[in-house]
């Protein structure tokens, strides 16, 4: 499991990281422990985990559930503190219509190497 000891904390106010030195909330820290484990336990660097399986993975490994927003609120504030990059991804056009397909989520390597070397 995460140690959760080694990870910089932070809450969020109004959508922002107020300080890394304040407390991680469970959520969000088994949301980036579920995204480490999609990535094959980092033999990549990147998944392509949707949304609804991240949620899925945090049920069913860490009996917690939240909620659609919630999950998303969390992978901003990570983003924003630079734990993880997003990449947005579309699929080809079909009969010109344009479909948005999952994201990619990557580590960041100098969050990466901080975070994850004594797990």
Request: aromatic share 10%.
């Amino acid at each position: 499991m995460l140690k959760t000891s080694k990870l910089k904390l932070f809450t969020a106010t109004r959508g922002q990281p107020t300080s890394m030195n304040k407390a991680l909330n469970a959520s969000k820290s088994f949301a980036l422990h579920t995204l480490f484990a999609c990535t094959g336990q980092g033999k990549n660097t990147y998944t392509q985990a949707s949304i609804d399986k991240i949620l899925e993975l945090l049920s069913d490994f860490h009996k917690i559930n939240i909620q659609h927003r919630w999950l998303f609120q969390c992978l901003r504030d990570l983003e924003q503190l630079g734990y993880i990059n997003r990449q947005i991804r579309y699929s080809p056009p079909v009969a010109g219509q344009i479909r948005q397909i999952p994201s990619l989520w990557s580590f960041t390597p100098k969050r990466t190497k901080e975070n994850f070397n004594n797990v």
